[in-house]
């Protein structure tokens, strides 16, 4: 090959790469599109026979989370934190890890809308989700029907409604997923831009760092100093994202694991009904009109309306 041609053969590379790129994913798009869809219905269909089992057995007004639909629960508190910051939910929604919400906020300023925004980015994260699912499942096992199954469920699985609604679990099963696929290929750069990110998702990201310790393990003795290095770095990724966020609380809050906290206060978990049983008497509206219980108490107890940014 001429000089001249191995130039051009590889400048035609990179354009090769994200035609190639792009066609795998719309393979695998269309593998999971259905069980995607599937999903939807189910968890839509759930609130329409909710409404009409409200509407027939329920005197007064409909329960304020058969209101809220899709963005009922942890997606309103979300929803608050996109559009009126931490200070305008109260410190009790700290427990939300900050990456969702302010996703939220940056698309809404290309939608013009918060509530859509969340939608948007769920829904989009738990296809990708599926994709990256299943995409491990192949690469671990070969098996195309244990990858179909896998996808399948996680679909359709009780509780995966979250993958749905409002809420920033697609959102950090997507992230998960994408990094043990890059720890597998040790590929630790991505690996670890995954983590932080996920660290800035959920705090269960940390327990992320247990496959990557596992992974670095079993490649230690045979690997480059740099990769070793590399490898140290993504065990920590995650561990590192959660504290950029305890960091920032430590200093506007003064209390590093005040989220930690919050989360562990048993008064604090399940429904909204359970969080506010004490100041169910004074919901609030919030800004989109709904009465919102699940945002009407402040760290110390109850108050009847939010506190500005």
Not at 2 to 12: E, F, G, I, K, L
């Amino acid at each position: 090959m001429t000089p001249d041609a191995h130039t051009s053969s590889a400048s035609a590379r990179p354009g090769r790469g994200i035609s190639e790129v792009v066609e795998r994913w719309a393979v695998e798009l269309r593998l999971v599109a259905l069980p995607w869809i599937v999903g939807r219905v189910l968890t839509v269909a759930a609130l329409v026979v909710a409404e009409i089992v409200v509407d027939e057995l329920h005197r007064g007004a409909d329960p304020t989370q058969l209101r809220d639909g899709l963005l009922a629960w942890d997606a309103d508190w979300y929803q608050g934190i996109a559009e009126d910051g931490y200070g305008g939910v109260g410190e009790v929604g700290l427990r939300f890890w900050p990456l969702f919400p302010l996703l939220g906020r940056a698309l809404a300023l290309v939608v013009g809308n918060v509530d859509l925004a969340l939608l948007l980015i769920a829904n989009v994260s738990a296809i990708v989700f599926m994709v990256l699912l299943r995409r491990l499942v192949m690469r671990e096992t070969g098996d195309e029907a244990l990858a179909t199954r896998a996808v399948w469920l996680s679909a359709i699985w009780p509780t995966a409604f979250v993958l749905v609604m409002g809420y920033a679990e697609a959102l950090f099963l997507a992230l998960a997923v994408g990094f043990f696929l890059a720890i597998r290929s040790r590929r630790w750069g991505p690996a670890i831009a995954l983590g932080v990110v996920a660290g800035l998702t959920r705090p269960f990201a940390v327990f992320l760092a247990v496959a990557a310790a596992a992974e670095l393990w079993r490649c230690w003795k045979r690997s480059a100093s740099r990769e070793r290095l590399l490898g140290l770095l993504a065990v920590i990724s995650s561990g590192v994202g959660i504290g950029i966020y305890l960091v920032w609380v430590q200093i506007v809050y003064g209390d590093l694991f005040l989220p930690l906290t919050l989360q562990s206060d048993p008064t604090r978990q399940g429904s909204a009904r359970t969080r506010c049983r004490v100041c169910s008497t004074t919901p609030e509206t919030s800004s989109r009109g709904r009465t919102s219980y699940g945002r009407s108490i402040s760290r110390g107890g109850c108050s009847s309306s939010r506190s500005s940014s």
